[in-house]
């Protein structure tokens, strides 16, 4: 069962960023082009790190006993030169059953950026705490040698609280200026406007 969650987790990464993509193809295949990173993972409990092609997967397991306790994972890398780095997230776990919640930050030495700070309004729910989030983050105007971070995780008010989770990351590089949004649209019109012509040529024929 947990194979099946794991690579349902996966195909639902790689459909966000394969969306993203053809969308508003500004960015290359994931991995094409980028210098994929080496990640660690620090934190509570069990933890592993998986990696399947450019897709880095940072899993957590832990149980405890008290209640209202933050708990903190933390996934980091070296920059192996200077630039930009760009990601795609993809954020699922259960944490317990009362008032659940999850976050996840990233950024570089003390400065971070909250990416997500998702908690349950009501109290004692009938299924588990389980949340599913995602979205991108760039580092920019990174040094060779900087540390890269996402802390992640969360707490539950349950008695004997179950926290677990994955981040799941995939890399990407940009590949073009993005276009100005009047561009976009005259564009789209373009494109419109030759598929109508098309059309009405077929029609005569």
């Not at 003390?110 to 998702?118: F, P």
Request: proline residues 3%; contains cysteine; hydrophobic residues 45%.
């Amino acid at each position: 069962m947990q194979h099946i969650v794991s690579q349902v987790r996966k195909a639902r990464l790689r459909a966000a960023a394969a969306a993203l993509v053809a969308s508003c193809a500004l960015v290359t295949a994931p991995g094409a082009s980028a210098d994929v990173l080496s990640w660690t993972l620090e934190g509570p409990g069990e933890t592993s790190v998986a990696r399947s092609g450019d897709f880095f997967w940072f899993n957590y397991d832990e149980a405890f006993s008290t209640a209202n306790l933050p708990q903190a994972w933390t996934a980091t890398a070296v920059a192996d030169k200077a630039g930009d780095y760009h990601f795609f997230w993809q954020y699922s776990g259960v944490h317990g059953y009362a008032f659940p919640q999850a976050f996840l930050s990233a950024g570089m030495g003390e400065g971070m950026t909250s990416l997500l700070n998702a908690g349950n309004v009501s109290c004692c729910n009938m299924t588990p705490g389980a949340f599913s989030h995602m979205g991108s983050y760039s580092f920019t105007n990174v040094g060779a040698g900087d540390i890269l971070r996402f802390t992640f995780g969360g707490q539950s008010a349950d008695s004997e609280a179950v926290l677990r989770g994955s981040l799941g990351l995939i890399q990407y590089t940009i590949a073009s200026e993005v276009p100005e949004p009047a561009s976009l649209a005259l564009f789209g019109l373009g494109l419109g406007l030759a598929g109508v012509a098309a059309a009405r040529r077929r029609s005569k024929h």
